[in-house]
């Protein structure tokens, strides 16, 4: 008898990330799809309806298949969006009301797959707010051998959603009247190559906009010939900066695998850090609902380690801004929480009150090139103007005792700054002109610690950051 896999080695914080074959099966795949049908139904429930959307990884269709039969063995009908990004997938919770599951492992290597959850409305899902129960439910099904069918299995319907997704993008980014640009797009072999040709070409059906597409690895392929599609590495963004300079382009994006994360290049070819994306996004939103007559108080949410330019972006338009942990499951619920109408995060990750909460990099990029198409300078200047302090930009240590890493750290800073422990240890401290903050996360998954800082003067944060890095190397 073959024993079942322990599902809690490979189901995460916020998704299911896993290595095809030896963790990831049909078999794992059909158990979690029952586990989902019930999780979303309830205990006792009638049937319900859920969708399911793949990305071009090779192992997706025949998952997304085998979750659908799972899910219809237990009375669920499964709406298959087939071929999508991983936001439009919430495209489709949000507009038809469904509870979802999108198969991807993101920017991860070929060898993997993973699910991304949501509730209707493309409310996320974590372990606290029902992956850790789909996670056992699933678990029981493979250890008892088997999915016990319900009397009445549901049904499965075919929907193609990709028209519908980028007319929705259209109408809450208008980018008809921007400056003609030249735009060099990496899709990395990714679901950009899917979604950017709908959304700022035509092949959607919808009217030309102003740009002009230049395509780097527009061809679906879910072995990634070319480079990871993880362009929070920078070795993966070389391709696209030397196109941009070879063609003379405007700014180039560059999307990772299931296309919901996009970086931005500007026109030397240099990265536009996703702090600069985020306070652009940020007073647009912030003047649009002004504008459309809302009085209130308006909320904005960070996270934590975005540049201090985007909580001073927020709160000089007015509006509020709240710190988050880090995490998208987690900040979709603050947004829903604090009826947020955006929220930023230093990994690429923006979020939107008109797109249900939900994480939406094709759209952060529609309106920075709305912004920068009524710009008079290059990206390079625009991004200048959101960019003034020094960042260290994520640095990653292999540590084996982590709590002997904060006492050194604590011991070294408490005397020198103040402390929260929202997400890991973040100090800060020094006068109005050379101020610092720091902080030291652990991995979820690996014996790291994330460094991340930040200062007013270049020779601050880099004293800083070599200083917190030997402490945690020590």
């Known amino acids: 008898m073959t024993t079942a896999p322990d599902l809690s080695t490979f189901i995460k914080a916020y998704d299911v990330r896993g290595l095809v074959g030896s963790q990831l099966t049909e078999p794992v795949v059909e158990a979690l799809g029952a586990a989902f049908a019930d999780e979303m139904r309830g205990e006792g429930g009638s049937g319900t309806q859920l969708a399911v959307g793949h990305d071009m990884r090779d192992s997706s269709p025949g998952f997304a298949a085998a979750f659908a039969r799972g899910a219809q063995a237990r009375g669920a009908s499964v709406v298959m969006l087939g071929l999508c990004s991983t936001d439009q997938t919430y495209f489709a919770s949000g507009r038809y009301g469904l509870p979802a599951a999108m198969f991807t492992a993101s920017h991860n290597p070929a060898t993997y797959n993973g699910i991304k959850f949501c509730r209707a409305g493309a409310q996320g899902i974590s372990l606290d707010t029902g992956l850790g129960a789909i996670r056992d439910r699933a678990q029981a099904y493979l250890d008892a051998g088997s999915i016990p069918a319900t009397d009445a299995p549901g049904t499965v319907e075919h929907r193609d959603t990709l028209a519908a997704y980028a007319a929705y993008l259209r109408e809450l980014v208008d980018l008809s009247s921007v400056r003609p640009l030249r735009v060099v797009v990496d899709a990395g072999n990714g679901m950009g190559g899917l979604t950017v040709p709908a959304v700022l070409g035509t092949a959607a059906g919808l ?22 599609a993880n362009p929070l590495e920078p070795a993966n963004l070389v391709d696209l900066q030397k196109a941009v300079v070879a063609h003379g382009a405007d700014l180039g994006l560059a999307f990772d695998g299931d296309a919901d994360r996009c970086f931005v290049v500007d026109e030397l070819g240099q990265p536009v850090t996703p702090s600069a994306v985020a306070a652009i996004v940020a007073l647009r939103e912030i003047s649009r609902v002004r504008a459309a007559g809302e009085t209130g108080e308006i909320v904005v949410l960070h996270n934590l380690i975005t540049s201090r330019i985007v909580p001073e972006t927020i709160t000089g338009a007015g509006a509020r801004a709240v710190r988050t942990k880090v995490g998208h499951s987690l900040i979709k619920d603050v947004m829903h ?3 947020a109408i955006f929220g930023g995060e230093h990994s690429a990750h923006y979020y939107f009150r008109d797109f249900w909460g939900a994480d939406n990099g094709m759209l952060a990029a529609m309106h920075l090139i709305a912004q920068f198409g009524q710009y008079d300078g290059p990206l390079s200047a625009l991004a200048a103007e959101f960019t003034p302090y020094t960042a260290s930009g994520e640095i990653n240590s292999t ?13 070294a800073f408490t005397a020198r700054g103040t402390v929260d422990e929202l997400d890991g240890l973040t100090f800060s401290g020094g006068p109005a002109d050379d101020w610092w903050w720091f902080t030291v996360r652990p991995s979820n998954t690996e014996p790291l610690l994330r460094l991340n800082a930040e200062a007013a003067r270049p020779e601050t944060m880099a004293a800083l950051r070599d200083e917190v890095l030997a402490l945690i190397r020590a």
């Not at 540590?399 to 011991?411: C, N």
């Open 207 to 228: 009217p030309a906009l102003p740009l002009e597409i230049i395509p780097l690895y527009f061809e679906l392929d879910g072995t990634f010939p070319n480079h990871e």
């Open 337 to 339: 929480e604090t009826g």
């Open 399 to 411: 540590v084996t005792d982590v709590p002997a890493a904060y006492t050194r750290i604590v011991e």
